[in-house]
């Protein structure tokens, strides 16, 4: 079974500020991992994933995540907030398959961003 | 872009009553997928489908729900009798064959059960 923990369900930052959205992740299979964001009214778009290779992985927006496998975590970070981050943030994981089973996605509780200006 | 629709938006209904959600996935993408998120907490896994069949399902998915590819672009989720603890946002998702996990969601359905 795998499972997820976001620290934290509401983060608020300054603009231009850090953030840092920690995410946790169980599983005793080799695992995908991702991060999602849903703005208010939409679906979830995804904003990167680390599959194999680099452990360090860089999406949209400025978003990058770093895959620690000692410390089971999938950190993501932005070196300075802006206004249009204001949303909710998803970790997520799943089995390192292509395969049509096994591969659904396990999402964490979320962490909703508030930034000030 | 392509883009995952689903309709409607927002359902009423009533406990005991069938609803039908509709998603049309990504016209080339194969696997498609059913979450669920209720108010306040996680997005749940509810089924997924490929090759016109179910290739996974959660124990929510009971005998009250079901999935169908009716033609070549709709994907559907049946309820046959809704239950107040139904409700929630239903978020309908479909990815492409060979990128694991990068799935495409819609909007979102959202179910109210009086």
């Known amino acids: 079974a795998q499972s997820v923990t976001q620290l934290g369900s509401h983060v608020s930052v300054s603009e231009g500020a850090l953030v840092l959205l920690r995410c946790n992740y169980s599983?005793?299979?080799?695992?995908?991992l991702f991060w999602y964001v849903q703005y208010p009214n939409q679906g979830l778009q995804l904003l990167l994933k680390?599959?194999?290779?680099?452990?360090l992985v860089k999406g949209i927006n400025g978003f990058e995540a770093e895959f620690k496998k000692s410390e089971t975590s999938f950190h993501l970070t932005k070196p300075s907030a802006h206004m249009s981050d204001a949303a909710e943030y998803f970790c997520?994981?799943?089995?390192?398959?292509?395969?049509?089973?096994?591969?659904?996605?396990?999402f964490g509780g979320g962490t909703r961003v508030l930034v000030k200006p | 872009e392509p883009e995952v629709t689903q309709t409607p938006s927002h359902q009423v209904t009533q406990m005991g009553q069938e609803v039908i959600l509709r998603c049309v996935p990504i016209?080339?993408?194969?696997?498609f997928y059913w979450y669920r998120q209720i108010l306040g907490q996680k997005v749940e896994f509810l089924v997924s489908?490929?090759?016109?069949?179910?290739?996974?399902k959660s124990e929510i998915f009971d005998d009250q729900f079901s999935v169908e590819r009716p033609d070549g672009s709709n994907f559907t989720l049946k309820i046959r009798s809704t239950k107040l603890e139904d409700s929630a946002m239903y978020f309908c998702?479909?990815?492409?064959?060979?990128?694991?996990?990068?799935?495409?969601f819609g909007e979102g359905s959202r179910l109210t059960v009086l």
């Open positions: 599983s005793s299979v080799p695992p995908y």
């Open positions: 998702a479909s990815r492409a064959v060979v990128l694991p996990g990068e799935l495409f």
């Open positions: 997520a994981v799943s089995r390192a398959t292509k395969l049509p089973a096994g591969n659904k996605l396990t």
């Open positions: 016209s080339n993408h194969l696997y």
């Open positions: 680390y599959t194999t290779g680099a452990t």
């Open positions: 489908f490929y090759n016109n069949e179910i290739s996974e």
